[in-house]
């Protein structure tokens, strides 16, 4: 443990920032020399970047592919991402760098390989044999586009089709091209005077590898022989083909075209389809041909030795089914079975008991990929049900507003969460095990609890297990019950303020260890909820209206000069912000002032009819905030939320309100303004109380625009004289100073808003769903507020037991609050001691003025004891409030370790204070300076915490230039700086979040979740803690040819394709066809194989042990032959004995 001497280490930072300047040194100076040695044990190898886990939904899916052996499910993207799937908690992502769409995935059954092929005429091999999967081979293709891929079953030759109707063959262990090519102009007949188009389909004759069934686009069908290198038959249809499949036995194959019609097709007859039929066609009476229907894209078709085969497709239905969500169609015998999904239908797979396709598949599941979800359809069980989906893809459910993530929170939480969630849980799924069951769970775990919280757009907010390394879905609530919903869009209330998602939520405040939810809402509410394992009935939810409004808030900027001293305003004529009294009822209330404008009325119409509260989250108090003379509320843009003390405190750019959720009372309701007092550093202007109109179509009333300049001025709350009120002179002098304050804001506008043009610019190329980009707001109002330099807004809050006065010496409960501009102030409170008079008495409020000022807006403040150490949050412990009196028993509320009093002239708390432009380390309560640190001069932080790491506490921040960066506390020394990501999306810095030991994530896409960590611990572990995808399985026996049909002929022909397709028969292939890159994965990825001696050995005994049950099972197959022919022998000498001496006629 290393001591730091405060001289020192401003002395050491001088060189790497030129923030500690000669202003922190003075107040170093006037400090006290006791606190000038304080130990940090934080050091910059305790840190490293890396990425652990992706989770949700992949985002865009284009393809997918099973491993019928080994278990595994892997799904492509339009991103050129890939997402691998064993059983629940085993999960993988890579990504290829081209960045192109994966169009098709093929596994290497059971060998721990993948090929995946590209839109930018790519293919990749994959090593799946290590936790990190990597490319082992590389293959592009510069002179054709890929179309089409297949690897047969146990084969090391990749047929890849092309655009011109090509088919090239590479060898994947080598990713070389072999010289062997089937052109299309020999594959269709030489009478053909069209091109046949691309290829959409390739595959062998099941019963006979020697034959290649080519299907082209235009609807010509070759069966290819590769032997001879001529085609046998060729089968022609009039429509397009989409899809081709083999019955098992090899003799028939069926055709899906894009008329909605089946064809089936003898293989030895290739003049007319066997059968067509047009799965939801309708059948004219006069036996016409039925209407076409839409393209079926795929067709599969199983068989079973018990029963009839299934033939199951995607698309086929009627062009009058306008507005019919996608369908799959199982046709089982003469049963058809329509099953209709939420989404498009991407791709589906059919699930067999064997991976060999000359024998029956026996079909007992269906994976179909649907564009923002994952659906597995159980066969064997009447009515088709669904299995229960053990991954996290439904993050995206509603689209994501905002995210808050809680490392080593309390034990009891998670199994608490659990055991009301598991109430909520879907019934009717499918009693069996969910198939993809392959891999197995890392070895090593993480040693503390973790909590995720997302909340999303149509107010509901889910609670997620992040334990190690895993994520589930333990909890939803929804806050949407608390309101009346509108049935149509013709009944929605004038009074909202977005068009879209009046539920979604904006800000999450939660206490773990009381269980205390506070939630902040769009449409300017705030809700407050208590746990409870109890169901109980409320007949009337608790509502508070508040009532914020602000006239002075418009900050001219210090360099203007001249004109702050003519400001026609000062606080102490600013109109006082006015609050309803809290009411047991929903308001109905729709008060109007004179002049036909909405006031005193909220957002959302609150329920009426009695609540039924569930186990879980239920609610304790709804504020909302009202309309004030036709202005809407403005959103609100900080929350916080205190169990011990029994607050809530939240703020916008009309001021903060701090409301005692358990006497149900408005505490405090005051402008920025007036929170300053006399100190107030800047100079107000008058705001219009229409300028804050939110963005909102539908929201301005008729009569506004035939409003009278004199209304407009009028002010909305006193009817003292405004200067529109004034004499002519006046207004001149009004007017002109209006205009060239006009002039002046509108030249700040223009540059903020060059600035984040210039942000968007790199945005430019994000593709977003409509929802997600219309809920695009970030708690930071640097980041989407074009006027943050001439508007204050309250920023953040934080709850604690601090010296708050210089002349203090007993710590009291207090609030910090942190402004847009770079402002931190005090209010102390004074809350009762005892539940008794807590309940009885009102809570004190003291204002102390401000304690220090940054540049940029205050984003996180925190506290530490005078050793250095983190205080934690003062909190009241979990109890249940809906117990009998005389069982409830109220903990006492516990409190951080804090000193019971503070000599004179001696600091012993310390306030970090964290702004998007820098850091600052407050000495308490002296209110010294006595560290600072700029933390970044050409961006931005985006997001900050102070967090707790095993060896210490540090700050973390997110910068918009895509800089990760740890500073130590309290010195603020740098530590990590790592650039990482780029602000592509305003997604990411809405949800980026940072938490204790060294744990972070992002919603890195309107459906994933990635989590990072910048421990170097955790990454020194996490190969040991991923899951593992390839396990040693042996492949399943082949089936039994039998012994006549192996003597005779009549079962599947095996075909030695080295002899064809190796170099010494087909010789090479052109050179300037394709380009072989090896991968990154090469030597890499056989040492990550093996990871470890113990596991070399074990996959060595394995393989040794299957190598002798091999050799074993060939010694009794040799053994079993032999006996057969010796039996045959015997048979066949006695027959010729017993006929020996016999004539012809006697026979």
């Known amino acids: 443990m290393k ?11 001088t060189a790497a920032s030129s923030s500690s300047s000669a202003a922190a040194a003075a107040s170093l100076q006037s400090g006290n020399r006791e606190n000038d040695m304080i130990q940090e044990t934080l050091q ?70 993948l090929v995946s092929a590209l839109a930018d005429d790519s293919i990749h091999l994959w090593n799946l044999r290590q936790k990190l999967p990597a490319i082992l081979h590389s293959l592009k293709f510069n002179r054709e586009r890929i179309t089409f891929c297949h690897l047969p079953f146990q084969s090391k030759w990749l047929y890849v089709g092309t655009e011109r109707g090509n088919i090239h063959i590479v060898n994947v262990e080598s990713f070389t091209l072999s010289g062997y090519v089937i052109m299309w102009n020999k594959a269709i007949e030489l009478s053909s005077k069209t091109h046949p188009g691309p290829v959409v389909h390739i595959s062998d004759n099941p019963m006979d590898e020697g034959k290649l069934l080519i299907g082209f686009e235009c609807g010509i069908v070759v069966l290819w022989d590769l032997k001879s290198k001529k085609a046998d038959y060729r089968y022609n249809y009039d429509e397009a083909i989409h899809s081709v499949a083999w019955h098992h036995e090899g003799k028939q194959f069926v055709c899906s075209h894009s008329d909605g019609t089946l064809t089936t097709w003898n293989v030895r007859a290739p003049a007319k389809p066997a059968q067509i039929i047009t799965p939801h066609g309708k059948q004219p009476k006069d036996g016409k041909k039925p209407e076409p229907c839409k393209p079926i894209l795929k067709v599969e078709y199983k068989t079973t030795r018990a029963g009839d085969p299934f033939m199951i497709l995607c698309g086929g239905l009627s062009y009058d089914t306008v507005g019919r969500r996608a369908c799959l169609t199982v046709m089982h015998g003469k049963s058809t079975a329509v099953l209709e999904m939420d989404y498009p239908i991407v791709d589906f797979l059919t699930l067999c008991e064997t991976p060999y396709p000359n024998d029956f598949q026996e079909p007992y599941a269906v994976v179909v990929l649907l564009e923002k979800d994952l659906v597995v359809i159980d066969l064997a069980q009447i009515g088709y049900p669904i299995f229960e989906n053990p991954y996290p893809l439904s993050i995206h459910e509603s689209p994501v507003t905002c995210c808050e993530y809680f490392a080593d929170c309390p034990a009891e939480v998670i199994p608490a969460l ?37 909340g999303h757009a149509d107010g509901s907010i889910k609670f997620w297990d992040a334990s190690a390394l895993m994520l589930q879905v333990l909890y939803k609530l929804k806050t949407a019950k608390v309101f009346e919903k509108p049935r149509g869009k013709e009944e929605k209330s004038s009074t909202e303020i977005v068009d879209e998602d009046p539920f979604a939520i904006q800000i999450l405040s939660w206490c773990p260890e009381s269980r205390v939810l506070c939630v902040a809402g769009v449409s300017a509410h705030v809700i407050v909820y208590r746990f409870s394992k109890q169901e109980v009935t409320t007949e009337v939810v608790q509502l508070l209206e508040v009532r914020m409004q602000c006239e002075l808030n418009e900050v001219e900027s210090p360099e203007v000069g001249g004109e702050q001293a003519s400001a026609v305003s000062t606080p102490g004529t600013s109109s006082s912000p006015q609050t309803s009294l809290p009411q047991s009822h929903p308001s109905t209330s729709s008060n109007n002032s004179s002049d036909g404008l909405r006031d005193n009325v909220p957002c959302l119409k609150v329920r009426s009819s009695p609540l039924k509260q569930s186990p879980g989250y239920q609610v304790e108090l709804l504020i909302q905030l009202v309309w004030v003379s036709g202005e809407p509320p403005q959103q609100i843009t900080s929350l916080a939320v205190n169990s011990a003390y029994g607050l809530v405190a939240f703020g916008n750019g009309n001021g903060l309100a701090v409301v005692d959720y358990l006497q149900k009372t408005l505490l405090l309701n005051m402008s920025i303004a007036e929170l300053y007092g006399s100190t107030d550093p800047h100079h107000r202007q008058p705001r219009s109380p229409r300028k804050a109109r939110q963005p909102s179509a539908g929201l301005c009333d008729g009569n506004e625009a035939s409003a009278t300049p004199e209304e407009k001025c009028k002010s909305p709350t006193s009817g003292s004289g405004s200067p529109c009120n004034s004499d002519e002179d006046t207004k001149q002098k009004f007017i002109d100073k209006v205009m060239s304050k006009s002039k002046q804001i509108s030249k700040n506008v223009a540059n903020d808003f060059a600035r984040i043009s210039r942000k968007i610019n790199m945005i ?129 509320r516990r409190r951080p370790t804090s000193p019971p009093s503070s000599q004179e002239n001696q600091d012993c708390q310390y306030a970090v204070v964290c702004s998007e432009k820098q850091a600052k380390v407050v000495a308490l309560p002296s209110q010294n300076c006595i560290y600072e640190h700029n933390i970044t001069e050409a961006s931005f932080v985006l997001r900050a915490d102070v967090v707790t790491m095993t060896t210490g506490v540090g700050l973390a921040c997110f910068c918009a230039n895509g800089h990760i960066m740890t500073l130590s506390v309290p010195s603020l020394r740098p530590l990590l700086d790592v650039n990482y990501l780029p602000l592509t999306d305003m997604r990411i810095a809405r949800t980026f979040c940072f938490s204790n030991q060294g744990q972070a994530l992002y919603l890195t896409s309107p459906t994933e979740i990635q989590r990072i960590t910048y421990s170097q611990e955790t990454c020194d572990n996490l190969q040991e803690m991923l899951g593992e995808l390839f396990t040693p399985v042996e492949t399943p026996e082949a089936p039994n040819r039998g012994f006549f049909k192996g003597l005779f002929g009549g079962g599947a022909q095996s075909l030695d394709r ?44 394995i393989a040794l042990d299957e190598r002798g049950q091999k050799l074993g099972e060939l010694e009794e197959r040799t053994a079993a032959m032999m006996s057969s022919a010796d039996s045959f022998s015997r048979h066949a000498h006695d027959i010729m004995l017993k006929y020996k001496d016999k004539k012809w006629y006697q026979l």
């Not at 339009?78 to 769409?101: I, K, N, P």
């Not at 659990?418 to 040693?447: A, H």
């Open 44 to 113: 910059s190898e305790h840190f490293q970047l890396c990425k652990t886990l992706r989770h949700g939904f992949p985002y865009q899916p284009s393809s997918m592919a099973f491993d019928p052996v080994q278990k595994i499910l892997a799904i492509g993207t339009q991103s050129g991402a890939l997402r691998l799937f064993g059983r629940a908690g085993v999960e993988c992502y890579c990504q290829h760098e081209s960045g192109s769409a994966v169009i098709q995935l093929e596994f290497l059954v059971n060998e721990g390989a």
């Open 1058 to 1101: 080295e002899d064809l397709f190796g170099e010494v028969a087909a010789g090479k292939a052109s050179r300037s066809l394709a380009q072989h890159i090896p991968g990154p994965g090469g030597m890499e990825g056989m040492k990550g194989a093996a990871s470890g001696v113990v596991g070399e050995l074990a996959r060595a005994r």
């Open 3 to 13: 001591k730091f001497n405060i001289r020192k280490v401003l002395d050491g930072l």
């Open 418 to 454: 659990y055991s009301v969630g598991s109430r909520q849980k879907r019934q009717g799924f499918s009693k069996k095990e969910w198939p993809v069951s392959g891999g197995n769970w890392g070895q090593g775990t993480l040693s503390f609890s973790e909590v995720i919280i997302t």
């Open 764 to 892: 430019a190329d994000q593709k977003d769903d409509a929802r997600d980009n219309s809920f695009s707001r970030s708690r930071s109002s640097s980041v989407t507020s074009l006027d943050r330099e001439s508007r204050e807004v309250i920023s953040s809050f934080y709850f604690c037991d601090s010296l708050s006065k210089k002349s203090e010496t007993v710590a009291l409960p207090s609030l910090w609050v942190g402004t847009s501009l770079g402002s931190m102030l005090t209010i102390a409170l004074t809350v009762p001691s005892t539940p008794e008079q807590r309940m009885q008495q009102p809570v004190g409020v003291c204002f102390c003025g401000s304690v220090v000022r940054l540049k940029g807006g205050i984003l996180r403040m925190a506290q530490l004891d005078a050793s250095g150490m983190l205080l934690p949050h003062v909190y009241e412990p979990w109890y249940e409030p809906n117990a009998p009196e005389e069982e409830k028993e109220r903990p006492r």
